[in-house]
T-cell receptor, first 112, second 118 residues
Framework: RKEVEQDPGPFNVPEGATVAFNCTYS??????FFWYRQDCRKEPKLLMS???SGNEDGRFTAQLNRASQYISLLIRDSKLSDSATYLC?????????????FGTGTRLTIIP | DTGVSQDPRHKITKRGQNVTFRCDPI?????LYWYRQTLGQGPEFLTY????????KSRLLSDRFSAERPKGSFSTLEIQRTEQGDSAMYLC????????????????FGEGSRLTVL
């Protein structure tokens, strides 16, 4: 089983719709969680952190479910510019060593 | 530009040749990571440094791969005896680990070095 798993998609969603995707992680010792965005042929960039209490940044909401070991990303009122691959990242810390593991990414295309 | 820079951006080589990539992180960042990414996949962890110390290496990193960060600033990733399966984008990222502890999780990536092995 992969440490971090995502549905690769693609998700093709009409502009203005709401879309959500999940990311599951296998290691219960995972401590920190993030969503990154990667545009085509570009490097990944941090989108938002995922806090235990959930967090919202404009149209984006991230949530963590430790019991079921998944994180989610919700995008409301989707825009054409939201088209990208969304990568979840999990950090496992072990005696001062930290390993940041990326999921395979979920590709999202917003359709006009 | 004070971001992460990688060189070369593209490298085409023949199977069996050695290649070396360089990464210059953001100057005050103490952590430096190497990832590999192939089409349709997420970045795959290779190794990372805190200052000049290499703290972890992936099991995926065969003995043909070696990385250094001799002075805790720039880093090099060398692949010896390249194979066609090494063709990928090699991404470098840096971050700042605060002395108060904890990694913010924000990695700043370079634009990558694309390797094609013929």
């Amino acid at each position: 089983r992969k440490e971090v798993e995502q549905d690769p998609g693609p998700f093709n969603v009409p502009e203005g719709a709401t879309v959500a995707f999940n990311c599951t992680y296998s290691n219960s010792a995972s401590q920190s969680f993030f969503w990154y965005r990667q545009d085509c042929r570009k490097e990944p960039k941090l989108l938002m952190s995922v806090y235990s209490s959930g967090n919202e940044d404009g149209r984006f909401t991230a949530q963590l479910n430790r019991a079921s070991q998944y994180i989610s990303l919700l995008i409301r009122d989707s825009k054409l510019s939201d088209s990208a691959t969304y990568l979840c990242v999990v950090i496992i810390s072990n005696f001062g060593n930290e390993k940041l593991t990326f999921g395979t990414g979920t590709r999202l295309t917003i359709i006009p | 530009d004070t971001g992460v820079s990688q060189d070369p951006r593209h490298k085409i080589t023949k199977r069996g040749q050695n290649v070396t990539f360089r990464c210059d992180p953001i100057s005050e960042h103490n952590r430096l990571y190497w990832y590999r990414q192939t089409l349709g996949q997420g970045p795959e962890f290779l190794t990372y440094f805190q200052n000049e110390a290499q703290l972890e290496k992936s099991r995926l990193l065969s003995d043909r791969f070696s990385a250094e960060r001799p002075k805790g600033s720039f880093s090099t990733l060398e692949i010896q005896r390249t194979e066609q399966g090494d063709s990928a984008m090699y991404l470098c990222a840096s971050s700042l680990l605060h002395t108060s502890g904890g990694n913010t999780g924000e990695l700043f990536f370079g634009e990558g070095s694309r390797l094609t092995v013929l």
